[in-house]
């Protein structure tokens, strides 16, 4: 609703109510619930979210030259059942089992005759199952969709005849936000030499509930036999502010103009962005020193420090003709390194590819990090290449010693200017054509746009570099380790390739090309 306070004073404020109601349920995995007292039949239905908000407007001089606005409020946005629907397919009931067969002891099973005809169904030298290895997805009973706290408050003051300087900002606060975690893992089981948290003694083979592992030979043992139930529950630690600042022109004598700069500041736990619960958990969030249970922030990977925008316009009256440039200049997106390799980038012992990696004080000193030789791939030319890589990158030489933090890299700057023409018929033909009507030609307008101006001007311009990754960048790649269990301050120490002509980014992308569309409008 909305009051009128005062000639000068206008207040809105209102209320909505969410709840989503789930009709059918998973069934009951009764291995899940007796063991970890979790049961895959719950889904949160009926769980109502108030979202309250006001607004303001005030005239501060009551001449509209000084304008005060701001407002508060809970904010949810429309459910992504999708979500939901991993529990479904995922029960350990029903859907489709995995088998994740390694070196050691769960050798892959033989590829023969045999085995094409009928197929195996657990891994060699071991009595791993599919089944037993299967993912299980659940949610807690209590839990929220995304909801949010904002409060903004802006000024606009006219400075000028036509010109509007605006400053503005926005605070947020997250109060539902989705978290994701392995409840299979029987919790970290010490740090390796660089402080980072280990939940088994040796990539991909996590201690599991109830279980233990053997520092001799660096292997689990015992305990539940899943390593992967993800169960989705709600954080509130999220956190961003954002300062707006610009100014514009009015239209007047043929031209509008505006330009805009924002300062944006996002920290998360957990930096939801798929739909597979198995996806979220593996690049939401990349750990090293911290334990997954910890709820600590770090730079969101949809944190946009700065983005500048131009938009200007000059219109041809006489020929009904409209000019349009756009200019975005906008930070590039957050990222991190991470493992790969034959461990699937598992280094922790999680048995998830998500370990964010240690960069060496000194590349050459094997207490630091070791090399394997690769063919023409030497020690010393990783050792030269790596030390190259991390120099040139501050987010990295500033990490030396450390296990890098999570988006602490950037993407270059990018910059984008788009073309856009506006041509009204009247303007144009109107005067040629003997008794057109003007004024009804004037309701066709065609329009041509053109995103990416640089490049459709010179291909070798407007190029932007980009990552190609949703804020995690595999970089080192795994080999082996050495004898044992990698647990302690003289736990064994893993091995490592450095990837020949390694780059982080490339213009190979779709924003690099320019685009173009042309549209025909008629208004009546």
């Not at 590349?363 to 630091?368: G, H, T």
Request: overall charge neutral; aromatic content about 12%.
């Amino acid at each position: 609703d909305e009051w009128s306070a005062t000639n000068r004073l206008n207040i809105t404020y209102g209320v909505r109510a969410d709840a989503s109601f789930f009709i059918e349920r998973p069934p009951l995995n009764k291995g899940v619930l007796d063991t970890l007292g979790r049961r895959t039949d719950e889904l949160p239905s009926g769980n109502w979210q108030v979202s309250p908000r006001v607004g303001f407007n005030w005239d501060v001089t009551g001449d509209g030259k000084n304008q005060v606005r701001g407002g508060f409020g809970y904010f949810t946005g429309q459910p992504a059942f999708v979500w939901m629907a991993n529990q479904y397919q995922n029960s350990g009931l029903t859907g489709y089992a995995q088998l994740t067969c390694n070196t050691g002891v769960n050798k892959p099973p033989a590829f023969n005759a045999s085995a094409i005809a009928s197929p195996p169904t657990a891994c060699g030298g071991s009595n791993l199952t599919a089944a037993a290895g299967s993912e299980v997805d659940l949610a807690r009973k209590d839990l929220k969709f995304p909801q949010s706290a904002r409060a903004t408050i802006g000024y606009d003051r006219e400075i000028a005849d036509g010109y509007i300087l605006t400053l503005e900002g926005m605070f947020t606060r997250g109060l539902n936000q989705l978290y994701y975690q392995n409840i299979a893992l029987a919790g970290p089981q010490g740090f390796d030499r660089h402080g980072r948290v280990m939940y088994g003694a040796a990539p991909l083979n996590p201690v599991k509930i109830g279980g233990s592992f053997n520092a001799a030979t660096g292997l689990s043992v015992g305990g539940y036999s899943r390593t992967q139930v993800f169960e989705i529950s709600n954080e509130s630690e999220d956190r961003g502010q954002q300062l707006t600042v610009g100014i514009q022109r009015r239209y007047n004598n043929n031209f509008e103009a505006s330009l805009f700069y924002t300062y944006t500041e996002a920290k998360d736990v957990q930096s939801v962005s798929s739909s597979t619960t198995i996806s979220q958990y593996q690049f939401g969030r990349s750990y090293g020193q911290l334990p997954e249970n910890d709820y600590s922030l770090g730079h969101s990977i949809f944190e946009q420090p700065h983005r500048i925008v131009f938009n200007g316009t000059y219109t041809f009256q006489k020929t009904g003709t409209d000019l349009s440039l756009i200019y975005l200049g906008e930070a590039g997106t957050r990222f991190h390194y991470t493992y790969g390799g034959t461990s699937s980038g598992d280094v922790n012992g999680d048995g998830i590819g998500n370990d964010l990696i240690y960069i060496p004080k000194d590349v050459r000193d094997s207490n630091e990090i070791i090399f394997v030789a690769k063919g023409t791939n030497t020690v010393a030319v990783q050792q030269a290449a790596l030390d190259a890589f991390i120099n040139s990158h501050k987010c990295l030489s500033s990490q030396r010693g450390t296990i890098m933090q999570r988006d602490s890299c950037m993407e270059p700057f990018h910059h984008t200017v788009n073309f856009s023409l506006r041509q009204r018929l009247g303007g144009l033909i109107g005067p040629f054509w003997n008794g057109a009507r003007t004024s009804e030609l004037n309701n066709i307008q065609i329009q041509w746009d053109v995103f990416n101006l640089a490049n459709f001007i010179n291909p070798a311009w407007g190029l932007q570099q980009y990552s190609g990754q949703s804020g995690s960048i595999s970089f080192l790649q795994y080999s082996t380790k050495e004898t044992g269990s990698m647990i302690g301050p003289t736990g064994a120490r893993p091995k490592f390739v450095m990837p020949t002509g390694f780059t982080y980014t490339n213009p190979i992308n779709v924003q690099s090309n320019y685009q173009m569309q042309l549209a025909l409008r008629y208004s009546f």
